[in-house]
C-alpha cells in the first residue's frame, strides 16, 4: 500500500514526442547523430570488406578531394553552374506551374481539358526527354534547364491544384457573406489558402529538378556538379566522385535550409496551418 | 412597415448525384421577420433548415417562391446578409483584428474608420488583449466571438446565424448564449438563427419557427412572451411559461420525428 502511494505521489517523467525545446546537447545530437551513424556505417564497412581506395574511398580523402577541386577552382565554378541552372529552371516551372494549378484549380473546364493531358505527361520522366531536346536544342544550358524544368513543374502543379480543391468551402462563403467579389474570393481565400499545398509542391519540385539537374549534367558535359562525378569516374577518381555525391547532398541541404524552409515558416507555420 | 425579411412561398429541390434522385428539401416555406427581430427556426435533423438559412444567404439558388430583404428579392451573397457559420470559417491566415475589418477591407473603408470598428467590436465579443492572435491561437468559443464581430463590423441588415453554436463544448455554448442575446440588443440588429436545440431556439427567440419533418414546412410559430433582456441562465428555469413553451416545442419536433421514424419505417 506504501508503495503504491509512494510511486503515485513521484512525479510522473516528462515524455517527450519531439527533440524541441530541449537542451543544446540533446539538440547537438539530433542534428548530427544520424550523420555519424551513416560515417561509421560507411567506414566500417569499408574495414570490414577490405575495401581498396579505388572501390570505396575513404569519407576523409573525399573530403581532401573536395579540398583540391575547390582549390583548383573547379568547384566555385561547377557549383555556380548547377545552381543558376536549377534557379533559371526553378523560376520557370514555379511560376508556370502555380498558374496552371490556380486555373485547373478553379475551373472544372480546364480541369477537364488539361489534367488527363498533364497527367499522361507527367509519367513520361523528364529524362526520356533529354534525347529529343538535345536534338532540338543541342549540348547546351537550354536543354538542361528544360529538363529540369519539367521535373519541377509536375510536382508544383498537382500540389498547388490540391490546395486550391481543399480550400473549405465554408471561407469562400463566409467572404461571400461579407459582400466579397469574385476576385475577392480568389485573391483574399482560394490563394493563401492553397499556400501550404503549394509550397510543399515547390519544396518537392525543386528536389526532382535537382535530381534531373545531375542527370543531365552528366549526360551533356557542360560542367556542374553532375559533370564533375562523371568525369571523375571516367579518370578513375572515386574519391572525387563522392565528393561530388557529397556536395549534391550539402548543397541540397543548404538550399532547402536557406531558401525553402524560412518561406513555409514565414507563412503557413505562423499561421498555424501546418503543426509546430 | 415592411417586414426586414420575407420568405414567400419558398421551394427546393437538388439533384443528389449518388442516388440519382432528385430530392425536395424545402416545401412551400413563408414567414416574415420584422426588423429588430431575433428569430430561431428549430427542426428535426435533416428538414432543411440550414438549407433554408443558406437561401436567404443567397448561397444557393431556390427552385420556386422568393425572398426579399426591405422589400428587394435576394439573388445571390450580399453585404446585407451577413451570415455567422457552424464551422468558425474565419480565415487562419488573418489575425483576429484582420478577420473582424475584413468586410471593412472588402467595402475599401479607410483604415482609421475601421480601426475604430474593429475596436468597437473586440469590446463587444470581449476579445481585448487578443487582437493580433491568430486563429490557431483561440479556442473554438473565442473564434466563433470572432466570426461574429467580423459579421456584425461589416453592418449587415440581417445576420443569419446557422448553428453557430453547435461545435462548442456545453458550457461554452451556455455562455455564449447569454453573449449572443446581449450582443443583439447592443448591436440591434435583426437575426435569424437556426439551432436544433430547443432550449436554444426558446432561449434566444423572440419567436420560434418550428419546421416540419423532411420535406420541410412551416408546423408552427411560437412567440416567446418574455423580453431578451429579461432572460438569463439559470433564472429563466423557475419561469413557469417559459418551461411550457420549451416543453410544448420539445414535443411538436418529437412528434415530427416519430413521424418519420413511421415514413420511413414503412419505406423500407
Known sequence: MAATLEAASAKPKAIKLTPDGSSL?????????????????????????????????????????IGRV??????????????????????????????????????ATAAALFLPVIRYFNS??????????????????????????????????????????????VFRQGVLTLGGSWRDVVFGVMLPGALPNVISGIRLGVAYGWRALIASEM?????????????????????????????????????????????????????????R | MPYKISVRGLVHQ???????????????????????????????????????????????????????VDGVAVSGPGVDRGMVFQEFAILPWRTVQQNIGHGLEIQKVSKEKRDSVIARYVEMVGLQGFENKYPYELSGGMKQRVAVARTLAANPKVVLMDEPLAALDAQTRVTLREEIL???????????????????????????????RHP??????????????????????????????????????????????????RVE
Not at chain 1, 490546395?163 to 473549405?168: E, L
Not at chain 2, 418551461?243 to 416519430?258: A, D, G, L, N, T
Request: hydrophobic share 50%.
Open chain 1, 25 to 65: 546537447w540533446e539538440r547537438l545530437f539530433f542534428a548530427v547523430g544520424p550523420y555519424l551513424f551513416l560515417i561509421l556505417l560507411w567506414e566500417g564497412l569499408r574495414r570490414l570488406l577490405h575495401a581498396d581506395a579505388s572501390t570505396m574511398p575513404s569519407l576523409w580523402s573525399a573530403v581532401e578531394a
Open chain 1, 70 to 107: 575547390a582549390a583548383n577552382g573547379i568547384l566555385p565554378d561547377y557549383i555556380f553552374h548547377s545552381l543558376e541552372r536549377i534557379t533559371v529552371a526553378g523560376s520557370i516551372s514555379v511560376v508556370i506551374g502555380v498558374s496552371v494549378g490556380i486555373t485547373i484549380g478553379l475551373n
Open chain 1, 124 to 169: 513520361l520522366a523528364g529524362i526520356a526527354w533529354l534525347p529529343l531536346f538535345l536534338i532540338w536544342f543541342g549540348f547546351n544550358d537550354k536543354t538542361i534547364i528544360l529538363s529540369i524544368s519539367y521535373n519541377l513543374f509536375f510536382p508544383v502543379v498537382f500540389n498547388t491544384i490540391i490546395g486550391i480543391r481543399t480550400v473549405p468551402k
Open chain 1, 219 to 275: 549526360l551533356l558535359g557542360l560542367g556542374g556538379i553532375g559533370y564533375m562525378i562523371f568525369k571523375a569516374q571516367a579518370n578513375d577518381l572515386t574519391d572525387r566522385i563522392l565528393a561530388g555525391m557529397l556536395l549534391i547532398g550539402i548543397l541540397w541541404s543548404l538550399m532547402d535550409y536557406l531558401i525553402l524552409q524560412p518561406l513555409e515558416e514565414a507563412t503557413i507555420r505562423r499561421w498555424g496551418l501546418v503543426r
Open chain 2, 14 to 68: 437538388y439533384y443528389n448525384r449518388h442516388t440519382k434522385e432528385t430530392v425536395l428539401a424545402l416545401k412551400d416555406i413563408s414567414f416574415d421577420v420584422n426588423a429588430g427581430e431575433f428569430v430561431t427556426i428549430v427542426g428535426p435533423s435533416g428538414c432543411g433548415k440550414s438549407t433554408l438559412l443558406s437561401l436567404i444567404a443567397g448561397l444557393r439558388k431556390p427552385s420556386a417562391g422568393e425572398i426579399l
Open chain 2, 182 to 212: 446581449r450582443i443583439s440588443l447592443e448591436a440591434a440588429c435583426t437575426i435569424l438563427f437556426v439551432t436544433h436545440s430547443v432550449d436554444e431556439a426558446v432561449f434566444l427567440g423572440d419567436r420560434v419557427v418550428i419546421l416540419s
Open chain 2, 216 to 265: 420541410g414546412e412551416v408546423k408552427e410559430i411560437v412567440t416567446i412572451p418574455s423580453s431578451r433582456e429579461e432572460r438569463r441562465y439559470p433564472s429563466i428555469h423557475e419561469n413557469q411559461r417559459f418551461e411550457e413553451i420549451k416543453h410544448h416545442v420539445f414535443q411538436s419536433i418529437r412528434q415530427e420525428v416519430e413521424m418519420a421514424d413511421e415514413t420511413t419505417m
